[in-house]
């Protein structure tokens, strides 16, 4: 009865019968098979959000990357590990009523990723490691003519300029919101469990105060249920 | 009582009064505030062997790069992020008795490491990482002249022709010993629960089956307590 009570309480609300997709963590990037390009991305903020989101009724997509953090409860949770394995996953994941990538996607892969383990030759030489550009999920699905999201929400982890930065960004990319944050080390907001975010919109911006990471997932997910909910 | 006894048990033993060094985990080398280089290294083999030498009675210093396993427990743990701290961490752990280096150790760090998140400039120019080669741990405490520990035991993580690579390694080197194992990714090995090793020192070799890296580090402590033990 407890377990049922439970159950209707967390598909009931104000987001019930929306389906919501959430990336979250960070893409790892192989360079051969035993090392790899990572990024601090620890998965608190998308995991929080992912689970704020299920709380106000939604059916939750989470599409993880490799991340530190339990994933959430009471969603559909989808592991890949690159980026272009979280672009496909992202894709099957689809259609969705808004769509928030979380997640700190890697901007480049390494293009010449080895089989075998690359090794110190003697001669001194060092590797040299060509990359390639990621494909843009947050634009991919920005700008899709058919079957975009009605609320795409992506996120700007910047280390200076925040702001400016940021709101370049969403409209380089045609998301309806952005939320930034500035990662620079002395914050420690990347892998710590406060966050300082400006959401982003196309009237402007609001800056939260500093907050737990639940507690801007929390807002987040009001906001979101304002457009979309019933 | 219950735990005078257990530290007496943890305290006796063939390698009581012996300090043994044990390094363990991948490192993490910066690229720029929020990227880094990493590697598959869990830190599972090298936790167990901490954990196996104090069993036996040994003082164990435990220098330990950013591993998702848990700490070993009763040894002391020094944490580091990058090669270079792995070193200046081990040399400030000398003397010891022996010495086991079963860390993932980057040979390389970027050299030109930014203060700032690198961005995509929208030219499509992409980013150019230059490599510099990192202390080499495992040489620098095995060619000591001056307090070398009296065995020192390298790993070796190949994915191809491992006994040739890991005996050429333990030449190089100078160490006393040698712990083979193939981390191809079909072998699950790196990141898994199990491990095949070949130990290697200057009589030949000796290859042990697939175990657990418990019974691994077990089998390897009792061998370094044949050799430095009371």
Redesign the interface.
């Known amino acids: 009865q407890i377990v049922a009570a439970v159950e209707d309480a967390l598909l009931d609300g104000p987001l019930r019968g929306k389906h919501i997709l959430v990336t979250s963590g960070p893409t790892?990037e192989p360079?051969d098979?035993?090392?790899?390009?990572?990024?601090?991305?620890s998965g608190a903020q998308g995991t929080a959000i992912a689970q704020a989101l299920a709380g106000l009724g939604a059916r939750v997509t989470f599409v993880s990357g490799p991340a530190?953090h339990p994933m959430p409860e009471g969603v559909d949770v989808v592991r890949v590990e690159t980026a272009a394995q979280m672009l496909a996953a992202v894709e099957q994941g689809l259609p969705a009523d808004a769509a928030v990538f979380a997640a700190?996607v890697?901007?480049?892969r390494v293009a010449s990723a080895s089989d075998?383990?690359?090794?110190?030759d003697g001669s001194?030489a060092?590797?040299v490691?060509?990359?390639?550009?990621n494909p843009d999920i947050l634009a991919t699905v920005s700008q899709k003519v058919e079957g975009r999201p009605a609320l795409v929400v992506g996120f700007a982890?910047?280390?200076?300029d925040v702001i400016n930065?940021a709101t370049a960004k969403r409209q380089r990319k045609g998301c309806d919101w952005i939320v930034a944050n500035d990662?620079?080390?002395e914050t420690g907001i990347?892998g710590g469990s406060e966050n300082a975010v400006t959401l982003i919109h196309n009237d402007g911006s609001e800056s939260w105060p500093r907050m737990g990471k639940q507690a801007v997932a929390d807002r987040l997910a009001a906001k979101i249920s304002e457009v979309i909910g019933g």
Do not use: C, Q
């Not at 098979?33 to 991305?41: G, L, Q």
């Not at 982890?157 to 200076?160: G, K, N, Q, R, V």
């Open positions: 790892h360079i098979p035993v090392r790899y390009i990572a990024n601090r991305s530190d700190a890697a901007d480049w075998s383990k690359i090794k110190k001194g060092l590797p490691l060509e990359f390639a550009e982890a910047e280390t200076d930065h990662v620079s080390p990347m």
